[in-house]
Antibody
């Protein structure tokens, strides 16, 4: 069955960097878009970014554009989120999700990894 | 402020029916399919409804969805205590360069 396991969440200072990873299994990874979605404490879900199966297409929420970079390694069945210039408002649980097709539903999700940004 | 608007909370007794609304605009709900997700704190969100009204095979037929114009609704019938969770609508927004958007979430309480 589809399994997504995030890692890399940690504490970071404002202005710092973190790299999140998501290991996928149970499906042909390169056939799917993948996305990152986050949930800040006490808040709702917020879409962050997606990447196409071939890495040709990426997209970002305005809140992270220019600071976060999504990438993937299809040989490793993994998707990554490089987060630079971190801010307190980036504090959240970060989920990776499989996108069924372009502009389609996010049909499988991981358990999430916690990122805390504070001084 | 979320792009899609949902009521913050709804409640009903076990066995009853509840409806959760999701309001958007022509650039998101009016232009794309709507999905619904169930989220219990500390767990992975779960896809309940996709393409406005389709259920994954693992989802109970107590859950149903519909869309009309720039609004969508999620109905849950035969409420069970295990349905207590946060529910989110989601889609994509052409006016935001195709970015993903979610509603603010609705907390369902089964009294």
């Amino acid at each position: 069955q589809v399994q997504l396991v995030e890692s890399g969440g940690a504490w970071a200072k404002p202005g710092g960097s973190l790299r999140l990873s998501c290991a996928a299994s149970g499906f042909i990874f390169g056939d799917y878009y993948m996305s990152w979605v986050r949930q800040a404490p006490g808040k709702g879900l917020e879409w962050v970014s997606y990447i196409s199966g071939t890495s040709h297409y990426t997209n970002y929420a305005d809140a992270v554009k220019g600071r976060f970079t999504i990438s993937r390694d299809n040989a490793e069945n993994s998707v990554y989120l490089q987060m630079n210039s971190l801010r307190a408002e980036d504090t959240a649980v970060y989920y990776c999700a499989r996108v069924r097709y372009f502009d389609g539903p996010q049909d499988s999700w991981g358990q999430g990894t916690l990122v805390t940004v504070s001084s | 402020q979320s792009v899609l608007t949902q009521p913050p909370s709804v409640s009903a007794a076990p066995g009853q029916k509840v409806t959760i609304s999701c309001s958007g605009s022509s650039s998101n709900i009016g232009h794309n399919y709507v999905s619904w997700y169930q989220h219990l704190p500390g767990t992975a969100p779960k896809l309940l409804i996709y393409e406005n009204s389709h259920r994954p095979s693992t989802i109970s037929d107590r859950f149903s969805g519909s869309k009309s114009g720039t609004s969508a609704t999620l109905d849950i019938t035969g409420l069970q205590t295990g349905d207590e969770a946060d529910y989110y609508c989601g889609t994509w927004d052409t006016s935001l360069s195709g970015a993903g958007v979610f509603g603010g979430g609705t907390k369902l309480t089964v009294l």
